[in-house]
């Protein structure tokens, strides 16, 4: 299965943030394969050394790192899923804010949780994480647009969103237990905690960030 997009709506403007975040992704992991393990260490985020007061940059920086192919496009096409409708709906200055505060929202409850862990941690999950707690919240009915592949012929079908959602939580599952990194990052890790610490700020934080111009301009009550 394969989603394309939500087939419950359309965007009313162009979700250049969330394109240009797809594209520093991009970006970053293809300095990660022409630097190697070297470069995933200076940027991704280390518990222990932000605790004390060291590297305090990565917990920014740990946003755009990823430690391979999968968690790089589970990332990204959950993001170009869900990311438009938020983007659209908050604006693209204020999407991009909560999308930055989303992903710092996240590390900071793994570190909370763990702050003398030497785990890397590393990647957009959290922040997405977010993004999908404020999808959820505000477009729960919604549904999205899937390519499924199947004998004899292909087919598209729509699925709900929430079922699309607990799909990314279970690849998350997966990318930790089955340590399937292309960069052999070994002390790497996906955050449980961050991914919830994530979600909730979603759920949470959009209706701070949303007005209700923008809720009536979305045909929202």
Same mark, same amino acid.
């Given at each position: 299965?394969?989603?394309?997009?939500?087939?419950?709506?359309?965007?009313?403007?162009?979700?250049?943030?969330?394109?240009?975040?797809?594209?520093?992704?991009?970006?970053?992991?293809?300095? +990660?394969?022409?630097?190697?393990?070297?470069?995933?260490?200076?940027?991704?985020?280390?518990?222990?050394?932000?605790?004390?007061?060291?590297?305090?940059?990565?917990?920014?920086?740990? &946003?755009?790192?990823?430690?391979?192919?999968?968690?790089?496009?589970?990332?990204?096409?959950?993001?170009?899923?869900?990311?438009?409708?938020? +983007?659209? &709906?908050?604006?693209?200055?204020?999407?991009?804010?909560?999308?930055?505060?989303?992903?710092?929202?996240?590390?900071?409850?793994?570190?909370?949780?763990?702050? &003398?862990?030497?785990?890397? +941690?590393?990647?957009? !999950?959290?922040?997405?994480?977010?993004?999908?707690?404020?999808?959820?919240?505000?477009?729960?009915?919604?549904?999205?647009?899937?390519?499924?592949?199947?004998?004899? !012929?292909?087919?598209?079908?729509?699925?709900?969103?929430?079922?699309?959602?607990?799909?990314?939580?279970?690849?998350?599952?997966?990318? +930790?237990?089955?340590?399937?990194?292309?960069?052999?990052?070994?002390?790497?890790?996906?955050?449980?905690?961050?991914?919830?610490?994530?979600?909730?700020?979603?759920?949470?934080?959009?209706?701070?960030?949303?007005?209700?111009?923008?809720?009536?301009?979305?045909?929202?009550?």
């Amino acid at each position: 299965m394969f989603p394309l997009g939500d087939a419950s709506r359309r965007t009313l403007s162009l979700p250049v943030v969330t394109l240009g975040i797809i594209a520093i992704n991009i970006f970053v992991f293809i300095l +990660e394969l022409m630097n190697g393990d070297a470069f995933i260490a200076q940027w991704s985020l280390v518990p222990a050394n932000v605790s004390v007061g060291r590297d305090w940059i990565t917990l920014l920086t740990t &946003l755009f790192v990823h430690g391979g192919w999968l968690q790089l496009i589970g990332n990204v096409a959950f993001l170009w899923i869900f990311g438009p409708q938020i +983007e659209d &709906l908050l604006g693209a200055a204020q999407f991009l804010v909560f999308y930055l505060l989303g992903g710092l929202a996240a590390t900071l409850v793994q570190i909370a949780l763990d702050p &003398l862990s030497y785990s890397v +941690e590393l990647g957009a !999950s959290g922040a997405v994480a977010a993004i999908l707690g404020a999808f959820t919240i505000t477009y729960p009915n919604d549904r999205i647009r899937a390519l499924m592949l199947s004998y004899p !012929s292909n087919r598209v079908v729509l699925i709900p969103a929430i079922f699309l959602v607990g799909i990314w939580f279970l690849l998350q599952v997966f990318n +930790e237990l089955g340590a399937i990194t292309m960069l052999d990052v070994a002390n790497g890790s996906i955050a449980y905690a961050a991914h919830i610490g994530g979600f909730l700020f979603g759920l949470v934080a959009v209706r701070l960030f949303e007005t209700s111009k923008q809720r009536a301009r979305h045909g929202l009550s």
